[in-house]
């Protein structure tokens, strides 16, 4: 009886939140692909994320980030190999992530190649001529044999951008890509690669046919539309710009469905897109702090976390912690925006555009409409994964399987169509977040030599669905002791 009381207790609450705690990759037939961040186990206290942390059940993929490249050799390297591998007593964390895979069979573990300190030179080089790429797709062979992952994610950012870049490297990445694929097929590897959403990015990066052909993922990096690079207030990842935007230009468009949108009318296969969502905020400095209106200026300088040290940049559990943590001088404002589709929080000068359970399942529920691949998340140890500041571990995780397993309930029901990929310029929803630069790719950042914790670039619907089960729950809830409690007397 009390045990079923306080079960009743336990559900109740985490519905409250919305969140459906029986929700993971079993629930649905869409990609959650996740990207570990192998030097997060370097973070202090309790930002230090080890892949022992990881929750096979949330992922279908996860992703191990960074391994190099040898700009000699144009082989693939490990960065961190007393982190990654076990020589001379390291920690290993290659061979404790593919021990998940015992634990969920439908694991794919891949490792990812590239990021943005990496630079995009030696990249452009290694894909200049087919002795290069030869060298480099043995060394890949090698490398995954060797350790046992299950395919490459290549991040190269960007094709013909950056220093070092050329204008044929897009031309030589389809190449690269289309020998690499030849290659993979033979023994069942996956191949993907992670993609800037800025369509400037996109134009002189990719042949969007051609990629979609060799990759089985295309993993959109749908977020650092803005930052504070950008000198001007905006959103990491809005979903939409105002209906009467003045960007009516394509090409300058900055928001999750415009890089959709644009992608697909480019040639992209939608049930190969997965769109990204970071697991982090863009901070920025007022330069008034009674101006907050997206396009408001900044002073050009995002204060740090304590975990993830790195100016403009603050993981989700850093964010959750900063609106939990009530004390003096500390007095965030957290809002909602309701053309992008995301919140942002402010106290004094500071300014902060992020992602919560609700934009996320936003955005899953975007992905599952359009007919598309899935949703990939930058990355799960910024999620609350302690948890410090929720009632569950990986909240932004469980939003997306919960909402994800929602939406697979809801195509179901009688009466409604089976959810198609959209032909490539339809879209679905008619007010399409605001309008700036296109996510900066120039080498004119800070942040390209400096060797800190740098990263990735590197429905209102899941609250009702959450409801609906939520009742279904306490309806249960007050039956099960009826029951029990009956069962007893006789
Ligand atoms: C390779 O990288 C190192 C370190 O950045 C640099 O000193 C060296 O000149 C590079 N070599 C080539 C062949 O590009
Ligand atoms: C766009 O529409 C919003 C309301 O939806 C309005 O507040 C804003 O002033 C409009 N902006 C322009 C440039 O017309
Ligand atoms: C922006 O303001 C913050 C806080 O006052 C300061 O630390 C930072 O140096 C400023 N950045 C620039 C570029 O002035
Ligand atoms: C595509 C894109 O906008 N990438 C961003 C990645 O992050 C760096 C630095 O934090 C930005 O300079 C890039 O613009």
């Known amino acids: 009886m009390l045990k079923s009381l306080s079960l009743c207790l336990i559900l109740a609450c985490s519905y409250a939140t919305g969140l ?7 629930s649905h037939n869409k990609v959650v692909a996740c990207y570990v961040a192998g030097w997060s186990a370097y973070r202090p206290n309790n930002g230090a994320f080890t892949v022992d942390n990881i929750d096979p059940m949330l992922c279908t993929h996860i ?52 990021g943005w300190n990496e630079g995009s030179g030696k990249y452009s080089d290694m894909a200049e001529t087919p002795e290069n790429r030869r060298l480099f797709i043995n060394s890949v062979l090698a490398f995954i044999k060797k350790h046992g992952f ?4 290549m991040d190269w950012e960007y094709p013909g951008s950056r220093v070092g870049s050329r204008p ?39 042949d969007v046919p051609a990629i979609t052909q060799h990759l089985h993922y295309i993993h959109i990096m749908a977020y650092d539309y803005h930052g504070s690079w950008d000198f001007q207030i905006g959103h990491n990842a809005p979903l ?47 330069v008034d702090r009674n101006l907050r209106d997206i396009g408001s200026a900044s002073n050009g300088t995002g204060f740090q976390g304590p975990y993830t040290r790195e100016d403009g940049f603050l993981g989700y559990n850093e964010i959750c912690k900063e609106l939990t943590t009530k004390k003096e001088g500390n007095e965030w404002v957290e809002q909602w925006d309701d053309v992008a589709q995301v919140p942002y929080m402010y106290n004094g000068e500071k300014w902060v555009s992020f992602d919560n359970q609700r934009s996320v399942a936003i955005k899953a529920r975007y992905a599952f409409n359009q007919g598309l691949g899935g949703l990939m998340v930058w990355a799960i140890d910024n999620d609350d994964f302690m948890p410090e500041c929720s009632n569950v571990r990986y909240p932004l995780l469980r939003a997306i399987n919960a909402e994800l397993k929602a939406a697979s309930i809801d195509s179901m029901k009688p009466g409604q169509a089976p959810v198609t990929p959209k032909s490539k310029d339809s879209n679905s929803d008619p007010n399409s977040g605001h309008d700036k630069k296109p996510g900066q790719t120039s080498d004119t950042t800070s942040s390209e030599d400096s060797d800190n914790d740098i990263e990735h670039g590197h429905n209102k619907s899941g609250q009702a669905s959450g409801i609906k089960v939520f009742s279904l729950n306490l309806l249960l809830c007050v039956l099960t002791p009826v029951i029990f409690t009956f069962s007893i007397l006789h």
């Open 150 to 153: 299950d395919g490459l994610d």
């Open 168 to 206: 044929v490297d897009r031309e030589n990445f389809a190449l690269l890509l289309k020998e690499m694929r030849t290659e993979f097929d033979k023994s069942g590897l996956i191949l993907t690669a992670a993609i800037g959403a800025a369509p400037q990015t996109i134009n002189r990066a990719y």
């Open 20 to 26: 459906d705690l029986d929700a993971d990759v079993n």
């Open 63 to 114: 992703i191990y980030a960074f391994a190099g490249l040898d700009n000699v050799t144009y082989s693939i390297k490990s960065l961190d190999s007393f982190l990654d591998t076990e020589e001379g007593g390291g920690r290993g964390q290659y061979k404790k992530v593919m021990n998940f895979k015992k634990k969920q069979p439908r694991l794919k573990v891949t490792i990812a190649i590239g």
């Open 240 to 286: 939409r710009l105002p209906v009467n935007s003045s960007t009516v230009d394509l090409e300058l468009r900055l928001s999750v469905e415009d890089t959709i949108t644009y992608l697909l009318k480019l040639g992209a296969s939608p049930e190969k897109l997965v769109v990204g969502i970071p697991f982090y905020g863009r901070t920025f400095t007022l």
